[in-house]
């Protein structure tokens, strides 16, 4: 356990290690999964990629790596520039029909040929364990049961292992992207935050942070908010991941160093939220599976 009083008074932060709360998140995968095979039961997460992008296909072949390590089977579909739109939404609506599949992803960015709204739309609501489609995300706006987005999931769950107070809080999430910012915003008002969501054309993003307890960044733009901007003892959550020319390491949405120097906690890229995406999409997955072996 921390002690995150002492950490909000600023300072020199610490880590919200993801790494390693995703490594904790995924052995609880593995034992869920351990005692539906011991039922029959194997859970399965399909994803539909596109075939000419390799940072997709990295992704997805790290996320099936992590679903078979923690004893689920996993599949994908590789799209091309050929792929009409009619054989990418079959397939979806064929995995929507096969009761061996628990959990499908449509990794974004589908190839432009293809209306990638439409390809989540054809996806059943029981499925999307990414928790991106409309009726997901219309879920999470009612404040009914449903599957949450696994990326601010994954934010929220790394708070909350870190016992990290939300309640009462002022959240700003940089972004409004329908895959992380609005639904990481609608999850921390869930938990009480008052939240202020900030985008390209918001004037004065140094002035709002300042009165931020807890900052998201979910705005593709690397090292973009610096430590001047914060308010002491802040939370900082850094959802980005930038590949920058000539840089070795991929870097955030934040500048570590300055950040870290003002705030309370802080997400490192990598090894923050990107892990726990994953988890908490397997988590998801293991839900359905679960759902699935109790309805039939
Ligand atoms: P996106 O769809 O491009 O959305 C970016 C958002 O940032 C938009 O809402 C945009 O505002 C806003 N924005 C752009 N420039 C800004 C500025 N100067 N000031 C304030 N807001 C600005 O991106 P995304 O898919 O949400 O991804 C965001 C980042 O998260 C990327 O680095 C991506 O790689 C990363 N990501 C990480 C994970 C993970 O698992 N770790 C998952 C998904 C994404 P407008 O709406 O006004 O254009």
Same mark, same amino acid.
């Given at each position: 356990?921390?002690?995150?009083?002492?950490?909000?008074?600023?300072?020199?932060?610490?880590?919200?290690?993801?790494?390693?709360?995703?490594?904790?998140?995924?052995?609880?995968?593995?034992?869920?999964?351990?005692?539906?095979?011991?039922?029959?039961?194997?859970?399965?997460?399909?994803?539909?990629?596109?075939?000419?992008?390799?940072?997709?296909?990295?992704?997805?072949?790290?996320?099936?790596?992590?679903?078979?390590?923690?004893?689920?089977?996993?599949?994908?579909? @590789? %799209?091309?520039?050929?792929?009409?739109? $009619? =054989? *990418? #939404?079959? &397939?979806?609506?064929? +995995?929507?029909?096969?009761?061996?599949?628990?959990?499908?992803?449509?990794?974004?960015?589908?190839?432009?040929?293809?209306?990638?709204?439409?390809?989540?739309?054809?996806?059943?609501?029981?499925?999307?364990?990414?928790?991106?489609?409309?009726?997901?995300?219309?879920?999470?706006?009612?404040?009914?049961?449903?599957?949450?987005?696994?990326?601010?999931?994954?934010?929220?769950?790394?708070?909350?292992?870190? @016992? %990290?107070?939300?309640?009462?809080?002022? $959240? =700003? *999430? #940089?972004? &409004?992207?329908?895959? +992380?910012?609005?639904?990481?915003?609608?999850?921390?008002?869930?938990?009480?935050?008052?939240?202020?969501?900030?985008?390209?054309?918001?004037?004065?993003?140094?002035?709002?942070?300042?009165?931020?307890?807890?900052?998201?960044?979910?705005?593709?733009?690397?090292?973009?908010?610096?430590?001047?901007?914060?308010?002491?003892?802040?939370?900082?959550?850094?959802?980005?991941?930038?590949?920058?020319?000539?840089? @070795?390491?991929?870097?955030?949405?934040?500048?570590?160093?300055?950040?870290?120097?003002?705030?309370?906690?802080?997400?490192?890229?990598?090894?923050?939220?990107?892990?726990?995406?994953?988890?908490?999409?397997?988590?998801?997955?293991?839900?359905?599976?679960?759902?699935?072996?109790?309805?039939?």
């Amino acid at each position: 356990m921390w002690d995150t009083r002492s950490r909000m008074t600023g300072g020199s932060a610490g880590i919200l290690d993801g790494k390693a709360v995703s490594s904790l998140l995924r052995s609880q995968v593995a034992e869920r999964v351990a005692v539906l095979r011991a039922r029959g039961v194997v859970p399965r997460i399909e994803a539909v990629v596109a075939a000419q992008d390799p940072a997709s296909l990295a992704y997805v072949r790290m996320k099936r790596a992590w679903a078979e390590k923690a004893g689920m089977e996993s599949g994908s579909f @590789e %799209v091309t520039a050929d792929t009409p739109q $009619a =054989v *990418v #939404v079959d &397939r979806v609506r064929s +995995l929507n029909a096969d009761p061996g599949v628990h959990g499908v992803l449509v990794q974004h960015p589908l190839p432009g040929h293809l209306d990638e709204a439409a390809v989540l739309e054809a996806l059943a609501v029981e499925k999307d364990v990414d928790g991106i489609t409309v009726a997901s995300l219309g879920r999470l706006t009612a404040g009914e049961q449903g599957f949450r987005a696994a990326t601010p999931l994954g934010i929220v769950r790394l708070l909350d292992h870190y @016992e %990290v107070p939300l309640e009462g809080r002022h $959240a =700003v *999430v #940089v972004g &409004r992207s329908n895959i +992380l910012g609005k639904p990481a915003a609608l999850m921390l008002l869930e938990r009480n935050c008052t939240v202020t969501v900030a985008h390209s054309r918001t004037r004065d993003l140094a002035g709002l942070l300042a009165t931020a307890d807890l900052v998201v960044a979910a705005v593709g733009r690397p090292e973009l908010i610096r430590g001047e901007w914060l308010k002491p003892g802040a939370v900082v959550v850094d959802a980005g991941y930038n590949k920058v020319p000539g840089r @070795e390491k991929d870097v955030g949405d934040c500048h570590f160093e300055s950040c870290a120097a003002v705030a309370s906690w802080i997400t490192p890229v990598p090894g923050g939220v990107g892990p726990m995406t994953v988890a908490c999409l397997l988590a998801n997955t293991v839900d359905a599976a679960e759902a699935a072996a109790m309805a039939g």
